[in-house]
Nanobody
Framework: QVQLVESGGGLVQPGGSLRLSCTAS???????????MGWYRQCLGLERELVAQ???????NYAESLKGRFTISRENANNTVYLQMNGLKPDDTAVYSC??????????WGKGTLVTVSS
């Protein structure tokens, strides 16, 4: 059974930084490498939205509004994707979910990690 497990969420003050991690595990050879991998978020009362995606080759795609503050990266050998978030604002408060597409074409999701930006 494939699992995507996120970590790194929590409470941070405005202007602060957090780094989220997500590791995929439990998979057979039919889904690795997962490509692409990425992060989505859902703010209270809003629909889930793309934060960023990254391919196994390092090509990235960001939500336009988050460019310059958020950086996505990955370690292919460890099936891990990261999201470095700087200059956090209260509007960034959301549940951040890891996403990945396996070689079998299926999409996989983590359970999500809550990021709260508040003073």
């Amino acid at each position: 059974q494939v699992q995507l497990v996120e970590s790194g969420g929590g409470l941070v003050q405005p202007g602060g930084s957090l780094r989220l991690s997500c590791t995929a595990s439990g998979a057979s050879g039919i889904i690795f490498p997962m490509n692409p991998m990425g992060w989505y978020r859902q703010c209270l009362g809003l629909e889930r939205e793309l934060v960023a995606q990254i391919t196994s080759g390092g090509r990235t795609n960001y939500a336009e509004s988050l460019k310059g503050r958020f950086t996505i990266s990955r370690e292919n050998a460890n099936n891990t994707v990261y999201l470095q978030m700087n200059g956090l604002k209260p509007d960034d408060t959301a549940v951040y979910s890891c996403w990945a597409r396996g070689m079998n074409g299926r999409d996989y999701w983590g359970k999500g990690t809550l990021v709260t930006v508040s003073s």
